[in-house]
Nanobody, 123 residues
Framework: QLVESGGGLVQAGGSLRLSCAASGNTFTINAMGWYRQAPGKQRELVAGISTGGSTNYADSVKGRFSISRDNAKNIVYLQMNSLKPEDTAVYFC???????????????????WGQGSQVTVSS
């Protein structure tokens, strides 16, 4: 089970932190990530992180968002800074795996999702 918290309404330029706590068969988790889905758009990867700390970010959030993980507590965080109105979406926590190819890490999702957390950025 994945339980998210931390969404809300913030002005452009502000910050929010999302948290996602995993429970159940957590020993099988290789990587965790965050996706988002804006109205009328497809769900897209925001960031992923492996158990070892390797990360993968969408270009649109690089330098503004930071993903981290507490392996002992099975919690993954998404620190979002310098938020923009286009970051407005429902954010979903996910369990997946981190793949390594040609010098880069790529997060691949499993079909296992949190309930979603609304993030709204006003201009």
């Amino acid at each position: 089970q994945l339980v998210e918290s931390g969404g809300g309404l913030v002005q452009a330029g502000g910050s929010l932190r999302l948290s996602c706590a995993a429970s159940g068969n957590t020993f099988t988790i290789n990587a965790m990530g965050w996706y988002r889905q804006a109205p009328g758009k497809q769900r897209e990867l925001v960031a992923g992180i492996s158990t070892g700390g390797s990360t993968n970010y969408a270009d649109s959030v690089k330098g503004r968002f930071s993903i981290s993980r507490d392996n002992a507590k099975n919690i993954v965080y998404l620190q979002m800074n310098s938020l923009k109105p286009e970051d407005t979406a429902v954010y979903f926590c996910n369990v997946g795996e981190m793949l390594y190819y040609s010098g880069n890490y790529y997060y691949s999702s499993y079909d296992y999702w949190g309930q979603g957390s609304q993030v709204t950025v006003s201009s």
